[in-house]
Each structure stands twice: as C-alpha cells, then as structure tokens.
C-alpha cells in the first residue's frame, strides 16, 4: 500500500469521527434543551382540609406534576396545599373586588362561578438549571391554582404564577 492511499485513509476517518462527534454533540444539545421538566423526587403535603379528600389532594397533586413537565431543565421539589392560606387568597380576592368594583382575575372568576370548595391553591417548589431562560436559574415557588370538576375527581389549571 502506498503512502499516499494511508494518508488517504486516514482523512476519511478522521472526517467520519468529526461528522459523528458533531452529529452527537448536535442531538444532545437538542435533547438538552427539550427535556422534560424533572417530578422523580417531589415531595407532596397537604394541611388538614375540610373540602377535598386525601385522593383528591393526590390527584391535584399528580395534575401539577403532569404540567410541571413542560418546565425544561427544572426539578419540581415539593407540592404543598395549605387550605388557611387559600382561604386567606380568596378572602383577599373579595376585598379587592369590593374595593375595586371592576377587579377581575382567573382566580376570582372561577371562585365565584364554582364556589370556594372547588378551588384549590398550591405553593409549588422547583430547582431551574437556568437553561430556560424565562424560568431563570435557581430555587422558586410559584402558586398553582386548580378547579376540581364536577366529577370531584379530574382538576383543571385555572392559572400558574409567581404573582
């Protein structure tokens, strides 16, 4: 074999492990970027409620997770339900409504369509990697509200926010 054909040989494999390395280095940054958000790990805790069952509370909880989902690169930490502070929101909704005749919000629509015992209002816990921007880079809580159906089972998001 001559020297020249080895030569030759070479470039085609050094070509065919750039190409591979970059096609690689390609689809990791696309899964990277459109990964799942993280629920392994997240803990659930719920006060004592007089409106919703334990099941109930654990479906509202999987139906956070559920969307969590779409929050790439973050980790959901902890779900919690606390039924004083919700009723401490809604009670506020009423005020500002009353201060405010033309206030309105997700919240408070639904609230007064369907009624106080079928709002639900969760502190949701998660760590962001900073790869989304909009979600920035760190620990957050953001408030969750849902709507249980008329079923008393399935719960519908009203809204998500840090506001």
């Not at 065919?16 to 629920?39: N, T, Y």
């Not at 015992?117 to 408030?143: K, N, Y």
């Amino acid at each position: 074999m001559k020297e020249h054909d080895r030569g030759a040989r070479w470039g085609v494999v050094i070509v065919a492990i750039i190409v591979l390395a970059v096609v690689g280095l390609f689809a990791f940054a696309l899964w990277w970027s459109d990964r799942p958000g993280d629920i392994a790990h997240a803990r659930y805790t719920y006060s004592a409620s007089d409106r919703f069952t334990r099941r109930q509370l654990d479906a509202a909880g999987k139906t956070i997770a559920n969307a969590f989902t779409s929050f790439s690169g973050c980790t959901l930490d902890k779900v919690a339900y606390d039924e004083t502070r919700t009723d401490r929101i809604l009670d506020l909704e009423d005020k500002t409504k009353r201060e405010s005749p033309s206030y309105s919000s997700s919240i408070y629509e639904a609230y007064k369509r369907y009624g106080r015992d079928r709002i639900l209002m969760a502190d949701v816990d998660f760590t962001c990697d900073g790869s989304e921007p909009s979600l920035g880079h760190g620990s957050q809580t953001m408030t969750w509200y849902l709507l249980l159906g008329d079923d008393g089972t399935t719960w519908t998001e009203i809204d998500h926010g840090n506001g």
